[in-house]
């Protein structure tokens, strides 16, 4: 089985502009998770969804946003990107949010 | 805030078994153990998970205490492929909450 794919691998924007981040999740996995990594605060929850819907959101602004298709594909989107923004995406997928998480290699966001 | 405390670094060398501790004073009855560990610039890959009982697969034991307060992960025979981060992280089996990560273990594995 393929595993997760995370598109485009690395992404420089210019502050202000927004962007959109996509993820494949492992065939058959209904449940992907978005994830912030920077050294400052390491890895944070961003949002869930399972089967196209939202169903937990962590601590972060309404700038970023997520959906998922009927195919279970999840894109993820920030508008009005501050430098505080980049940072290492990641997305997880998993069987129906219960089993371990497997995570692509991420989308590496660079704001200037 | 994690809800694990493990030490910040520790070597190991070649050849030898990695014995990663994690404290999780708090655990809940229904919360289970979760081992992850992330390769510089690559996503964090699972490694092992627990509820009470030990459990050993291709990469890794695991050892939970009896009052599943602590838990050890156990790396038989480590190569340089595994220097890494190690989070261990303890979560509701099925929860859509998101995974809490903490700072992990950074192991180093000498030659």
């Known amino acids: 089985k393929a595993g997760v794919t995370q598109t485009p691998r690395y992404l420089i924007k210019t502050r202000g502009q927004q962007v959109t981040l996509s993820c494949s999740p492992i065939?058959?996995?209904?449940?992907v998770s978005w994830y912030q990594q920077t050294p400052g605060q390491g890895l944070q929850f961003l949002f869930e969804?399972?089967?196209?819907?939202?169903?937990n959101k962590g601590n972060f602004p309404g700038r970023f946003s997520g959906r998922q298709f009927s195919n279970s594909r999840s894109e993820m989107n920030v508008s009005t990107l501050e430098l505080g923004d980049s940072a290492l995406y990641l997305c997880?997928?998993?069987?129906?949010?219960?089993?371990?998480?497997?995570f692509g290699n991420g989308t590496r966001l660079t704001v200037t | 805030d994690a809800k694990t405390t493990q030490p910040p670094s520790m070597d190991c060398a070649e050849g030898r078994a990695a014995n990663l501790p994690c404290n999780h004073s708090?655990?809940?009855?229904?919360?289970?153990v979760y081992w992850y560990r992330q390769i510089h610039s690559q996503g964090p890959q699972y490694i092992i998970h627990?509820?009470?009982n030990n459990e050993t697969n291709e990469m890794a034991s695991l050892i939970i205490t009896e009052d599943r307060k602590s838990s050890t992960l156990i790396l038989p025979h480590a190569t340089l492929r595994d220097t890494a981060v190690y989070y261990c992280?303890?979560?509701?089996?099925?929860?859509?909450?998101?995974?809490?990560f903490g700072k992990g273990t950074h192991l180093i594995i000498q030659p």
């Open positions: 992280i303890v979560r509701v089996w099925g929860g859509a909450d998101g995974l809490t």
């Open positions: 969804y399972f089967s196209e819907t939202q169903r």
């Open positions: 708090t655990i809940s009855g229904n919360e289970y």
């Open positions: 065939s058959g996995h209904r449940s």
């Open positions: 627990g509820l009470k």
């Open positions: 997880a997928s998993s069987d129906s949010g219960v089993s371990p998480l497997h």
